[in-house]
């Protein structure tokens, strides 16, 4: 099936604003600060893991309850 040349340009010229907003938080983004905020979200999930691994009581012990996971697993970001 062909698309009229016409309204392939249409779709290119309506999504390209659309495209622009979204990419154009890429572009200052560095190599470096790509792989420190994978870093920092593996942390975090590997805190997560740990934590949710515990007892309850073991949670208790340190001072946290379950709802505390996701705060203690995001500080230090």
């Given at each position: ?7 392939t340009m ?60 996701e705060r ?6």
């Open positions: 099936m062909n698309t009229p040349p016409e309204m249409s779709f290119y010229a309506q999504s390209r604003p659309h495209a622009d907003r979204v990419f154009s938080g890429f572009q200052s983004l560095s190599f470096s600060a790509f792989f420190t905020g994978l870093r920092n979200w593996n942390e975090a999930r590997i805190t997560r893991r740990e934590l949710n691994a515990l007892t309850d009581r073991e949670l208790q012990d340190i001072g946290l309850t379950r709802a505390d996971i203690v697993s995001l500080m230090g970001r």
